[in-house]
């Protein structure tokens, strides 16, 4: 016997035995479950959720994040000298507005003017209150200044002076002047500009006002989160005006909306709840009233919520957050749940009716406990994997399902075992399964509504034939007609046709899949912070985040050599696309000192002295050179320049491919010039994330492949069960990430879990229908394939459909994420149904010849199937041996031999035979 064929047959020999337990100790695996749910469930009390976007879909140890640290250490920001465009992060504590027309129009206009300034004045004398009122405060005692004015100051002097002055004053786009001679930069201020021939503005869609907030001690934190509250409230009420149209956005918007989106997708729960439990119940409903099991249903769906509750309640204790992602975390384990559920029951109803419930329980544990086992095991192994990614909200959403799917196994065996018991100690008595009253066979039935409604059970005078499991209508409908269909030589041909067809269509799809999330799909489609990046990509399209291009280390800034490689480096910089080019845009302290020394010595060639004290003490002491001591970093002396950087003005990249792009070209221009540099925009850290996906996705898909293959190799009967397996697998993943480009469905760290969940669930269609046309008695290949699909149709149908409407609720979401889990994981659940009940049937029934023939597994009991105590009720279990009358000598040594007046079935050599004579042979193995 070969090494796979004895794992095999000793998993099936341990489950026929663990079967027979659980129903002599049927109470013990109901109750310990539940009391063991019951405990870890009290973890949530440790709930806790975690609602950073930035950390949960950017990558914690990428280059961006390091470069971040690199530029805290040497060039903090500023709160009581803040430039906007030597700001780190995108999520600065902060009040952000964009206002637009009503009518769409201009937004220069005097009125919108006027109400723009009413709104700033009532933020100006907005007052919050913390410490039970004893600390009040305003904007002005907690904002960011420039110059010793609070942002926005400058854009609404620029404001206050055009709604007085509009008709004499001309306004030029990007940089305007004041008649004072002051220069003011209008490229992040206003947007959806019309400029005229001669470069003036005609007229702006919208204004952008950033009202920036001190933070960073917790004191500061706390006051700024308080007025972002009392800023978003004033927004949210603001009736003064219906001429503007506004779009808000705080600092909090982001995790308040993840928050959100997770506490709506709740209630979900109860409407999947609802649909599975109608499901489950109907799929087990029977005309035969003792044999329907709708019960079964609802336990199915009770282990699954044992084990969610399980999971939360583990991880929360062990201080794992829950978010966004995770949210969509019991949808899955329901669906998973349901499909070891339709296994289950469709292997008790395989088992022969006359048999005792012990013996029953332990012939289908032997084959679904196996069956469930193996997907099991493999589900859990391909979240393991994925846990193996830097994107944390995959890792987290990994965990959560990796553990869920271990909780649902072990429930699924005990606790959902025990239920089987009791439901088949009720079908043994011949009992209804609605009333708990025994009730008459159909054949016995008094009157013909009592048949319709009341009768069921196994008639006293049935026979070995008879005593089979009555077939639920879908499994007649695999056995009668699709089993015959799908094996006709012409329809074998068109499957073919239409798997080529498949392949090519995923195939192209793939290609052409786009990469990414951007910040907008995060938030809900309603979202009030989705429509702020809606305006953003609509108006503000032209200036994009602050480049830093630093020199980390120490120059000879004096030296003509090094100062024509620095304008050299910059030039290169600034001829990208995706940079402002025009020397205007450009922060450089080293052009600018230059041209300084230029004008004040007429030359540019001075010693390191002179270089630094005149640097020192003149050029960065002019009002317009200030913004430059920012840029430089001295040595405690202040006689070296250690380092020091220039700030470029990006273009606003929209697509996430001229993203990737972007950040690409910014590190390849540094990391091949002459010096030693570092290039930083806050952006990048959003970014990063495209860097990775691929790759990540790639190996993750590899690993993951390989690893089935293993499992498979050991636990499946033979070799070319995990090779069919695998192949599978590649199909499908294929097929998802191809047609999912089609919906748009971008690949991200949301639709890389379900490539992952893919991996799994590819595993549990293909296993099943391979494993059963392997272990299939037929002798041609169409035979196999039509009792591959008569023995497993029905439970695989069933769980597909289960999982699909388990998470059809989420294909009306507001929100992308969900969305987008749903499409995946429907074209997971399709693709794979699909695998299952048409391409691999055909192909296997082409592969007949050169694939092996095995039996079933069947545990190595040797005795009659006989119980005679219970023989009112037809019920067979083994009977002892001493008990036995011989009636007549054996030729083979450990035989015997019985009678018996009715036909019944031995196990004999792992094969259940069917005997019609008088004289029966008992094998004692």
């Keep these: 016997m070969a090494w796979y064929e004895i794992i095999n047959h000793s998993l099936s020999s341990i489950f026929y035995s663990y079967g027979k337990l659980i129903t002599r100790h049927k109470r013990k695996f109901l109750l310990c479950p539940l009391l063991l749910a019951s405990l870890l469930s009290l973890g949530v009390i440790c709930l806790t959720f975690e609602n950073d976007a930035i950390y949960l879909f950017t990558p914690p140890t990428s280059r961006a994040r390091a470069d971040l640290i690199y530029m805290e250490k040497h060039f903090p920001v500023d709160y009581d000298d803040f430039i906007p465009s030597r700001a780190l992060t995108t999520q600065e504590k902060t009040g952000n507005l964009y206002i637009m027309s009503a009518d769409g129009g201009n937004v220069l206009r005097g009125e919108i003017i006027s109400d723009i300034l009413q709104l700033n004045a009532a933020f100006q004398a907005m007052e919050v209150t913390i410490d039970n009122n004893i600390d009040r405060f305003n904007f002005s005692s907690i904002c960011a200044r420039f110059n010793g004015q609070c942002l926005p100051e400058f854009i609404i002097s620029f404001l206050s002076y055009l709604n007085e002055n509009g008709d004499n004053f001309l306004i030029s786009y990007p940089f305007t002047v004041f008649p004072n001679g002051e220069p003011i930069f209008l490229g992040y201020s206003l947007g959806g500009v019309t400029v005229a021939d001669d470069g003036s503005v005609v007229s702006a869609q919208a204004i952008a006002l950033n009202y920036i907030l001190q933070s960073g001690t917790p004191e500061q934190d706390t006051k700024a989160l308080q007025w972002e509250e009392a800023f978003t409230r004033l927004v949210e009420s603001w009736n003064s005006s219906s001429r503007m149209a506004i779009s808000h956005l705080t600092s909090q918007s982001l995790s308040n909306e993840l928050l959100a989106m997770t506490e709506s997708v709740m209630p979900l729960m109860i409407v999947t709840f609802c649909i599975l439990t109608s499901f489950a119940v109907t799929s087990c409903i029977m005309t035969d009233w003792v044999q329907a099991k709708p019960w079964l249903g609802v336990c199915g769906l009770i282990s699954a919520f044992l084990a969610i509750s399980s999971t939360v309640g583990l991880l929360s204790a062990c201080g794992v957050a829950f978010n966004q992602v995770v949210a969509s975390m019991p949808f899955l384990v329901i669906g998973v749940g349901i499909d070891d559920m339709f296994i289950m029951v469709a292997s008790w109803r395989h088992t022969d009716r006359r048999l005792a419930v012990e013996e029953r329980m332990g012939l289908a544990y032997s084959d679904a406990a196996v069956s469930i086992t193996i997907t099991s095991v493999t589900d859990a192994l391909a979240f393991c994997i994925g846990a193996i990614t830097p994107l944390p909200a995959v890792r987290i959403f990994c965990l959560y399902a990796g553990v869920a799917i271990i909780f649902d196994y072990l429930f699924q065996i005990t606790f959902f075992g025990a239920c089987m018991v009791y439901t088949g100690q009720r079908e043994a008595d011949g009992k209804h399964y609605l009333t708990c009253k025994k009730v008459l066979p159909k054949d016995e039935a008094p009157s013909t509504s009592y048949r319709i409604w009341c009768a069921g059970g196994v008639s006293t005078t049935v026979t070995a034939e008879e005593g089979k499991q009555s077939e639920q209508i879908i499994t007649q409908f695999f056995r009668k007609f699709y089993g015959p269909f799908i094996v006709n030589p012409v329809v074998k041909m068109l499957v073919v046709v239409l798997f080529t067809g498949y392949l090519c269509v995923a195939v192209w799809g793939c290609l052409h899949i786009q990469e990414g999330l951007q910040l907008k799909d995060i938030f809900a489609d309603d979202s009030f912070a989705r429509k702020y990046y809606q305006d953003q990509g609509e108006y503000f399209t032209e200036f994009g985040a602050a480049v830093s291009v630093v020199l980390d280390t120490n120059q000879n800034y004096w030296e003509k050599g090094i100062q024509n490689e620095i304008e050299h480096i910059t030039m290169d910089f600034e001829s990208s696309r ?21 004008e004040t010595l007429n030359t540019t060639n001075v010693d390191q002295e002179l270089f630094v004290q005149l640097l020192r003490d003149e050029f960065l002491t002019r009002p317009e050179f200030q913004n430059y001591n920012k840029d430089i970093n001295f040595n405690c002396e202040k006689t070296e320049i250690e380092s020091s950087r220039f700030v470029l003005k990006s273009t ?208 190595e009991v040797g005795e009659i199937q006989i119980e005679p105590s219970r023989q009112a009720n037809n019920a067979y279990s083994p009977i002892p041996k001493d008990n036995v009358e011989d009636t007549q000598p054996l030729k083979n040594k450990g035989e015997h031999s019985s009678v018996c007046k009715e036909q019944v079935y031995i196990l004999y050599n792992d094969k259940r035979i069917s005997l019609d004579s008088v004289a029966i042979k008992e094998t004692v193995l």
């Design 578 to 598: 995706f940079i402002h080019g025009e020397k205007q845009h450009t922060e450089s302290w080293v052009r600018d000192y230059l041209t300084f020394l230029s």
């Design 652 to 859: 606003e990249v929209v697509q996430s491919t001229d993203e990737m792009e972007f950040m690409s070209e910014m590190r390849h221009k540094a990391d091949s010039a002459s010096l030693s540099l570092t290039i930083f925009s806050p952006t990048f850290i959003f970014i990063e994330q495209y860097v990775i996906i691929v790759p990540n996705t790639i190996q993750a898909l590899l690993i993951a492949t390989g690893c089935m293959f293993i499992v498979a190799l050991f636990l499946m009967p033979h070799p070319v069960c995990a090779v069919m397996v695998t192949v599978c697998i590649v199909t499908i993943e294929t097929g998802v990430i191809g047609v999912m480009s089609l919906w748009n469905v971008k690949l991200d760290g949301i639709s890389m879990i379900n490539i992952i969940l893919c991996i799994g669930f590819s595993v549990d269609f293909s296993s099943h229908m391979t494993y059963a046309f392997i272990t299939s008695p037929g002798k041609t290949g169409n035979e196999r394939a039509m009792d591959a699909l008569h023995t497993l149709g029905t439970p695989i149908l069933q769980g597909g459909l289960s999982t699909i409407l388990g998470i059809s609720v989420l294909s009306s979401s507001p929100a992308y994420v969900f969305r987008a889990f749903f499409r995946t994981m429907f074209l997971v659940m399709l693709f794979g149904l699909f695998h299952s009940l048409v391409f691999l049937p055909v192909f296997l029934s082409f592969l007949n010849t050169i694939l092996p023939r095995k039996t079933r597994p069947t545990p």
